[in-house]
């Protein structure tokens, strides 16, 4: 079968946001949400920090999964912590995200180290170039957009991000995080205002760390 990244709406050059599943050390699985660049119609790259679990199996294995998803809780979870054992769904290779619209494997073939300096201070990255070796659809259909996802995704970034964040820029975090439970309060269902009190409680545990 033909791999068309194509074909599941993703367009070249942009940038998606997804859950990576990869394969620890031990064998068992480790879910993180990870931006995706589409480089083509069976490329991506993975941008990764240094520093979590994603970017140490990727090194060592060379191999990922890629989920997309639209669950709030689900991306919440890959970020604080680990989706229940029961999301995973065991693959020749590692583990895919059961309640994922579609996954795909993929294998890096070239890795660069990006180094440059931003509002955070000096920040190394390693671009990983990969290719899609097998795409697997679990449904057809994209759900409809909703503000509420996007919400939660912007609220996770800054969870992700809070620690590193300088003192003097602490407040913008509370402030952002205010302006962004307040939207997802007003347009989400249940699931995204659980998602929203998981990361007002961790994000209160990370600003203190
Ligand atoms: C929507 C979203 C996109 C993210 N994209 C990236 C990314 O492209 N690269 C990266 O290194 N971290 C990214 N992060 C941060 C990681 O998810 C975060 O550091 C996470 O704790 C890593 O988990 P792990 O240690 O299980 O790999 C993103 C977070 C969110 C919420």
Not at 51 to 60: D, F, L, Y
Not at 91 to 98: A, D, I, Q, T
Not at 157 to 166: D, E, F, G, H, I
């Amino acid at each position: 079968m033909t791999v068309d990244l194509y074909s599941l709406n993703m367009e070249k050059g942009l940038h998606y946001e997804a859950i990576v599943t990869t394969l620890n050390e031990d064998g068992t699985p480790n879910a993180a949400p990870m931006g995706v660049i589409c480089k083509g119609p069976d490329q991506v790259v993975l941008r990764l920090h240094e520093g979590s679990h994603t970017i140490a199996n990727v090194k060592r294995e060379k191999k990922f999964h890629i989920n997309l998803s639209r669950d709030p809780l689900l991306f919440t979870h890959s970020l604080i912590g680990n989706p229940p054992a029961t999301e995973f769904a065991e693959e020749k290779y590692g583990f895919s995200l059961k309640n994922a619209y579609a996954s795909f494997f993929c294998e890096v073939h070239h890795e660069k180290k990006v180094e440059k300096e931003d509002a955070m201070g000096d920040n190394i990255t390693i671009m990983f170039h990969s290719q899609v070796q097998d795409i697997k659809r679990n449904r057809k259909e994209y759900e409809p957009l909703s503000r509420a996802i996007c919400g939660v995704l912007e609220a996770l970034v800054n969870l992700s991000r809070v620690q590193r964040a300088p003192a003097e820029k602490k407040r913008e975090y509370t402030d952002r995080l205010k302006e962004i439970s307040r939207v997802v309060n007003h347009v989400g269902g249940p699931k995204h205002k659980e998602a929203m009190e998981l990361i007002q409680k961790e994000f209160e545990i990370r600003i203190k760390g």
